[in-house]
């Protein structure tokens, strides 16, 4: 590949144009944005004499500068889905921290090009490294990240002795100017160990700065049972560790024990059983010249310094920080983490969100269960604008996020063996979901199971039998990051709401959601229904204005009434809000609980008003069966005008609440004639046809 070789020295980096980035990166060029004080020069390196590794990075040999740069050609090409067992392995990384081995000079941006694909008006990611300073700690995230961020990259040489302060500086001078350029966009500061200490300091300095910060294992304090020995050691060991590995042990680049132990490496990747432990394992062994040249004895000495200063900086300035932040926490990473000041540093951050991942290491972001664009979905973390819009911000999730989401409700699915019913236009019922309508928008209005057990089921058989998403209007509760419900529970049981594409329960969402011809699951009935006492199963609690119905009409929206049962065939409540209102501890926390999600049907006199947040208490029974009746769609197309009236529009409501009622008392009925309604005849017609065979029901 043949290219231009363009050099020039720019005076700020405010001067470097969006455009010439663009330019270069269109071209095949890898951009390096190098810093000497106040003096940042763009580099775009001819692409020539390069060679391919099974790694898939073809190296460049050097530029006019003598300096080694890579471009990285995407592993995911012609790939249909992705997988973690396809993204890079930790292998990759340090096959291609060799490239960044023998730099010099000062700090620098590079922007990787397997992340060049970006979608247009994406926001700025600035990438800060931990200890290693290589800038290659996303390594694993760059395709994924790059369909959503123009990512930057900070590399710092080994032999760079650049202070923590000067390096905040320079990040700080990078997000100004790039603020000034796209100032109606977020900047996102992704931050690792010391990095996350320096992206805490850039954004405590610049309040008024539009920044989000992600923060991996921030470093909170050095462990100094293990540093101050460390520092020790390494005061009284030889300056020359690598080239003593070398003559030693034979730990020669290239040699015949390092290319043995590349082989053991690369034939255990292919083996799933046990290959990721043992292949990480070689692949270090293998890779101990670079990492020795990357962490010399004194640019450790270094970096615990500055590790120290930066800690000490980015405490004393916490208090300042406006940006909002996420935590991602390993738990088995207690060198420089302190669970104590992770809770304060958490509870200082305004909309902190905090993430623990209990079996991860220190190296989070390397790891093979760690998806960071799968972590911002489910935390509804990204936004192009100043504001998170539900909406226009909303990320599809890939095949295997659904499945990987719909697999931890797979017991669920498979102990209820859901029946699915629909009305085709003639009016007849079959067991299918073909009478559902294709194309939006489409408004499925229906009753709410209790704590909303009804969903997982639904959600994957209309994804798989018509390919239909559902967007669904949820209780705001569940997109806040700081309530009780939260300290109680783990918020992650959230992440299947967010990951499908709900958005809090709201006039404007309705709006947005029908106007972009979506198909919207709607439940009037809302808290109340889906937290119901006893006694309340299948009774529905909707408001008496018809609240959906004029805007359905006003984008012809479909109305689809559907009702489920099967909720008393798997649980019976034994602690209802009356119940817990009689013990004290449970009635205090359903009170806190209750004011903290606030009352969206507060003024109302009916009992739908009375919506106390709490947690049923639940006794599990031998699972029965889940059953859903999609009634014959409604149509509003046309009758806009018409409905503005109210009394018309009333009892198109009213007809919908009623059909829901009907569905309801059809399914109650049919059930009992279901002979595999119980779940031993289930399973032994299953064990007798195969597990993956359909379960028949009662006679249509």
């Not at 397997?114 to 290589?134: H, K, N, Y």
């Not at 294709?438 to 408004?443: D, Q």
């Not at 019976?572 to 004290?584: A, C, E, G, H």
Request: glycine share 6%; proline share 6%; hydrophobic share 35%.
């Amino acid at each position: 590949m043949k290219g231009t070789v363009v050099l020039g020295s720019i005076n700020g980096l405010s001067s470097v144009s969006s455009l010439s980035r663009e330019t270069f990166r269109n071209a095949g060029f890898c951009c390096w944005k190098q810093s000497s004080s106040s003096k940042y020069r763009l580099t775009a390196i001819r692409l020539e004499s390069s060679t391919t590794t099974h790694g898939g990075i073809r190296r460049i040999r050097k530029n006019q500068d003598e300096k080694v740069a890579k471009v990285v050609e995407s592993p995911y090409a012609n790939v249909e889905e992705e997988r973690p067992d396809s993204r890079k392995s930790l292998l990759d990384f340090l096959e291609e921290v060799r490239d960044f081995v023998g730099e010099e000079g000062p700090p620098r941006w590079f922007s990787p090009l397997e992340s060049s694909v970006q979608a247009q008006g994406s926001p700025l990611l600035l990438f800060i490294p931990g200890i290693d300073g290589t800038g290659l700690g996303l390594i694993r995230q760059h395709k994924k990240l790059g369909e959503l961020f123009d990512i930057w990259c900070l590399h710092i040489p080994a032999r760079d002795r650049t202070s923590s302060k000067d390096l905040v500086k320079l990040i700080e001078q990078t997000v100004k100017s790039e603020n000034h350029h796209f100032p109606n966009r977020p900047i996102y500061l992704v931050g690792e160990s010391i990095g996350a200490c320096l992206a805490l300091d850039v954004a405590a300095r610049n309040p008024n700065i539009d920044l989000v910060l992600i923060l991996a294992n921030p470093a909170t304090h050095i462990n100094n049972l293990m540093s101050q020995p460390l520092s020790g050691m390494l005061n009284v060991l030889p300056d020359g560790i690598p080239t003593l590995l070398e003559e030693i042990f034979g730990f020669k680049q290239g040699g015949p024990l390092t290319e043995t132990l590349e082989a053991f490496s690369n034939e255990f990747s292919v083996h799933q059983i046990g290959g990721m432990m043992l292949r990480d394992l070689f692949a270090v062994s293998a890779n101990l010249p670079t990492l020795s040249r990357i962490f010399s004895k004194d640019t450790l000495l270094w970096k615990l310094e500055m590790l120290k200063s930066a800690i000490a900086s980015a405490k004393s300035n916490i208090s300042a920080v406006r940006a909002e932040s996420l935590i991602l926490l390993s738990g088995r990473d207690q060198w420089m983490l302190n669970l104590e000041d992770i809770d304060r540093f958490s509870r200082k951050l305004p909309n902190c969100i905090l993430r623990k991942f209990n079996d991860s290491g220190p190296f989070l972001l390397l790891e093979d269960d760690v998806d960071l664009v799968t972590i911002i979905k489910c935390t509804c973390f990204y936004r192009r604008g100043r504001s998170h819009d539900y909406i226009s911000d909303y990320i599809m999730p890939t095949p295997y996020e659904l499945r990987k989401q719909l697999e931890e409700h797979r017991l669920l699915i498979y102990a209820t063996s859901p029946v699915m019913l629909s009305t085709l236009e003639n009016g007849k019922i079959v067991r299918s979901l073909e009478g559902l309508p294709s194309e939006g928008p489409v408004l499925y209005v229906g009753y709410h199971m209790i704590l909303g057990f009804e969903l997982p089921p639904m959600i994957a058989q209309l994804m798989k039998e018509r390919n239909i998403q559902l967007r669904g209007l949820t209780h705001p509760i569940i997109f806040m990051n700081k309530t009780i419900v939260h300290d109680i529970l783990d918020p992650q049981i959230f992440d299947k709401y967010k990951i499908t594409g709900g958005a809090p329960v709201s006039h404007a969402n309705i709006y947005k959601l029908l106007s972009s011809k979506s198909h919207v699951l709607l439940y009037p009935g809302g808290v109340r229904e889906a937290l119901h006492r006893k006694g309340e199963e299948y009774k529905l609690f909707w408001p008496e204005q018809p609240e959906f119905v004029r805007v359905a009409s006003k984008f012809g929206a479909k109305i689809v009434p559907f009702g489920v049962v099967g909720e008393d065939d798997i649980c019976k409540i034994v602690l209802d809000s009356n119940d817990q209102r009689n013990i004290p501890i449970l009635k205090e926390l359903m009170e806190k609980a209750t004011k903290e999600a606030g009352n969206l049907r507060k003024g109302h006199e009916t009992e739908l008003g009375n919506q106390d947040f709490y947690l049923p208490g639940l006794v599990p029974k031998i699972p029965g069966r889940f059953y859903y009746y999609f009634g014959k769609p409604i149509e509003t197309l046309g009758k806009e005008q018409e409905l503005r009236d109210k009394e018309k529009a009333q009892e198109l409501y009213l007809q919908v609440k009623s059909q829901v009622e009907q569905c309801i008392a059809y399914l109650k009925m049919k059930r009992e004639s279901d002979p595999y309604r119980n779940l031993l005849p289930r399973m032994l017609y299953q064990a007798s046809r195969g597990f993956s065979s359909e379960i028949p029901t009662f006679d249509l």
